[in-house]
Each structure stands twice: as C-alpha cells, then as structure tokens.
C-alpha cells in the first residue's frame, strides 16, 4: 500500500466508471509459499486503499470483478472461500464502508448464492443506498453474457416492441441499470483479456493492464492507470476535427 502521505499531480481528465478485473491473486500467494485463499483473503484487503485512492483521484464509480460465473468450475474448497470472504467482509466492513459515504451495488444473478449470503447482499445495496461519495458495483456470480441474456429475457418478458428498443433502453436492462458505462478497464496480472466482463459496458472503455498481482495493486499503480488513460484519444468511432482529407 502506498503512503497516504504521497501527493499527485492533478490529471486534466479523470474516468468516472473504472472496472477492475482483480487477477494475480493466486500467482501472489504462490510467490509466497502461501494457498490460493490467502491470495484472495489480501485481494479482498485491497479493495479498500484501492477505493481510497478512488476518492481521491475524484473516480466516482469502482466495478470490481469478484466473482464471475465461471468461477464456480474452480474447486469447491475455493468456491466456498471466496463466498465466506464476501459474506466475512460485508459483516466486517460494510459499516466503515457505509460511514465513508460508500453506495454498494452488485452487479450479477442473485440465483446460485447461498439464500444468506443473498440476504446479506441485498442488506448491504439497501443499508448504502443514499450514500454519494462513491458507488461500489461489486461483481459477483457475474458473467457478461448471462447478464445480456437476463436483460433479453426480461425486455421479451415486459413485451417491449423490438422497433422502439433502442442502445439505451436496452442497457437500463443490464445488471448495471443506471450506471453509466466504464471508462477504462484495468485488469491486474498481465493477461490481455476481458473474461466476459462488462462485454457490453465496455465497447468503448479504454483497457489497460499491468503485469502487477491485484493484492499489490496500490494506490501508485491507479495514477499510473490514470495517466495513461489521460494519453488515450477516445473517439468512439469517429475521426477528429481537420482528420478528414478532402475527397
Ligand atoms: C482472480 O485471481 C481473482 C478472482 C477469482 C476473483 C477476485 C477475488 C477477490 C479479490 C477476492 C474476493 C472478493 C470478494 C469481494 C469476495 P486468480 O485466482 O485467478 O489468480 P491467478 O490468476 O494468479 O491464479
């Protein structure tokens, strides 16, 4: 974790909405002789200096990827580890989190998840709901596609007229609803993939990746995704003014 004591020059342009693929976890502990739940034990240690620096940097929305759908196929010793640590940590830190002004989401299928850790899940969304100072999507049981087939079910199922459907209407269907898309997708752990993560959202988020294991992804290497972000052109698709060559 980086010192608090750190200052960083201001970026002309911040990302609202930044997704984190939170990899490395069980190369860390690895590297340290320890088992793979130690790894996820400190991955989920660092969710909170990684959300701190969020404040400060001024980022407004933190979608981390904790859980996805294909994450059930690992063994069941590690299933079951990575349920306790949500249920551990949303009995241990939701009051902190709540008292820093943090508004907590889940983004993913309910169905699957033990009905207690459900509960305790749809207490924490409801006990931060009017909190403001950042929103905390936390992906869990979440798989990309799923997530579209869940909006196609529910837009078939509301009898939505295909002709008037439109881009936006269609994504308040997604798990994310209101959130506005992610600006930049940082994955942690050196591979160059999105895992069926925010497939949709992401169409034009600006990715980034780093070799760094996610539980030693601090507060330094999120200016560092910053500044790169600040060197990115977004265009979304469209050339820029005086591109154009006469025709
Ligand atoms: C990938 O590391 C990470 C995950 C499977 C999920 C990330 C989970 C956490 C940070 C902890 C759980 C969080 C909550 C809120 C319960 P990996 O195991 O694939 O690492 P590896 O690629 O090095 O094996």
């Not at 169905?111 to 207490?123: A, R, V």
């Not at 950042?134 to 078939?156: C, K, M, P, S, T």
């Not at 290497?221 to 977004?234: F, P, Q, S, T």
Request: proline share 4%.
């Amino acid at each position: 974790m980086s010192t608090n004591s750190t200052t960083y020059p201001p970026l002309a342009s911040i990302p609202h909405h930044v997704g984190i693929i939170m990899d490395g976890n069980g190369r860390w502990a690895k590297s340290r002789g320890l088992i793979r739940h130690a790894g996820h034990q400190a991955g989920v240690d660092n969710i909170r200096p990684v959300l701190e620096g969020c404040v400060e940097f001024g980022i407004k929305v933190l979608t981390v990827y904790a859980f996805s759908t294909e994450n059930w196929h690992r063994p069941l010793e590690e299933v079951s580890g990575l349920m306790r640590l949500l249920g551990f940590t949303i009995r241990h830190r939701l009051h902190e989190l709540h008292q820093n002004g943090v508004q907590i989401r889940h983004s993913g299928r309910l169905t699957g998840i033990n009905k207690e850790l459900q509960k305790q899940i749809l207490h924490a969304i409801e006990y931060t709901k009017h909190n403001d100072q950042i929103i905390l999507n936390v992906a869990f049981n979440y798989g990309g596609r799923g997530e579209i087939l869940d909006a196609v079910r529910q837009v078939i199922a509301e009898g939505i007229d295909p002709e008037t459907l439109t881009e936006e209407t269609f994504s308040r269907y997604l798990y994310t609803g209101d959130l506005p898309d992610p600006d930049m997708i940082i994955r942690t752990g050196g591979d160059w993939r999105l895992s069926n993560f925010l497939i949709w959202q992401a169409a034009y988020s600006e990715y980034y990746t780093t070799p760094t294991y996610w539980p030693d992804f601090d507060k330094n290497e999120l200016y560092k995704a910053i500044v790169e972000y600040n060197h990115r052109e977004r265009r979304f698709g469209r050339i820029l003014d005086g591109e154009t060559t006469p025709a």
